[in-house]
């Protein structure tokens, strides 16, 4: 049997860190491991545009086109991940500012499979205002984390933290400048340790070997 991995991207905006990860898999920075497919709930997000110079699969599973619609979103995520190589063992799922909530039942179905990348060290201002909130409070510190995905929001195991210095002038656009700096770097890392079996689970703590 094969031992590639294969990758799907979950974006919803601008694709800062799709386009980080993309351009890693570019350059042959993970060894056996293939991206997949790139898939978005929106159909405005400007990653469509960055995973097709890239010529990466997109798939568009929009929100607002079945508003209101009987239909079941988990299936379709299913069925594009199946059409792409991803229902067997060697599967994962890298969540990039993906703004949809994925059910607990596909949570389960992916377990320890599924990545995500939080604008803020967790288990601070977790949700979707992270930035904002940060400043709002006044922290002199916040960051991003890298971290498994369970059924809670923004609540899995960590496993890359990095800090970013909030400056009394920042504002939530110079500050997300500053972050997204350091997402790029530590998704790409995360992702790297992940796929070489550094990363080791027990409970909540996650230990990297070197
Ligand atoms: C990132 O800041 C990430 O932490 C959050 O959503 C944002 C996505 O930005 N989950 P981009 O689309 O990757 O530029």
Same mark, same amino acid.
């Given at each position: 049997?094969?031992?590639?991995?294969?990758? %799907?991207?979950?974006?919803?905006? #601008?694709?800062?860190?799709?386009? $980080?990860?993309?351009?890693?898999?570019?350059?042959? @920075?993970?060894?056996? $491991?293939?991206?997949?497919?790139?898939?978005?709930?929106?159909?405005?997000? =400007?990653?469509?545009?960055? #995973?097709?110079?890239?010529?990466?699969?997109?798939?568009?599973?929009? *929100?607002? $086109?079945?508003?209101?619609?009987?239909?079941?979103?988990?299936?379709? @995520?299913?069925?594009?991940?199946?059409? !792409?190589?991803?229902?067997?063992?060697?599967? @994962?799922?890298?969540?990039?500012?993906?703004? &949809?909530?994925?059910? *607990?039942?596909?949570?389960?179905?992916?377990?320890?499979? /599924?990545?995500?990348?939080?604008?803020? /060290?967790?288990? #601070?201002? &977790?949700?979707?205002? #992270?930035?904002?909130?940060? @400043?709002?409070? =006044?922290?002199? /510190?916040?960051?991003?984390?890298?971290?498994?995905?369970?059924?809670?929001? *923004?609540? =899995?195991?960590?496993?890359?933290? $990095? %800090?970013?210095?909030?400056?009394?002038?920042?504002?939530?656009?110079?500050?997300?400048?500053? /972050? !997204?700096?350091?997402?790029?770097?530590?998704?790409?890392? %995360?992702?790297?340790?992940?796929?070489?079996?550094?990363? &080791?689970?027990?409970?909540?703590?996650?230990?990297?070997?070197?």
């Amino acid at each position: 049997m094969s031992n590639v991995t294969n990758v %799907a991207i979950f974006f919803s905006g #601008a694709g800062t860190n799709l386009q $980080a990860l993309i351009s890693a898999f570019q350059s042959d @920075l993970f060894e056996d $491991a293939e991206l997949k497919l790139a898939l978005t709930n929106n159909n405005q997000a =400007g990653g469509i545009e960055v #995973a097709r110079q890239a010529g990466v699969d997109i798939v568009i599973i929009d *929100d607002e $086109a079945k508003k209101g619609k009987d239909w079941n979103y988990d299936q379709l @995520l299913l069925q594009s991940l199946e059409a !792409h190589g991803l229902s067997p063992s060697n599967r @994962l799922i890298l969540l990039a500012g993906f703004m &949809r909530l994925l059910s *607990d039942e596909f949570v389960r179905l992916f377990r320890w499979k /599924i990545l995500n990348i939080h604008p803020s /060290i967790l288990p #601070a201002f &977790r949700g979707s205002r #992270a930035i904002e909130s940060a @400043l709002d409070y =006044g922290v002199k /510190i916040t960051g991003c984390t890298v971290h498994f995905v369970d059924e809670g929001i *923004d609540e =899995g195991p960590v496993i890359l933290q $990095a %800090a970013v210095a909030v400056d009394v002038r920042d504002t939530p656009e110079s500050l997300l400048l500053k /972050i !997204h700096q350091e997402e790029h770097e530590i998704y790409v890392e %995360a992702l790297k340790l992940f796929l070489q079996g550094k990363v &080791r689970l027990d409970g909540r703590k996650v230990e990297i070997s070197k």
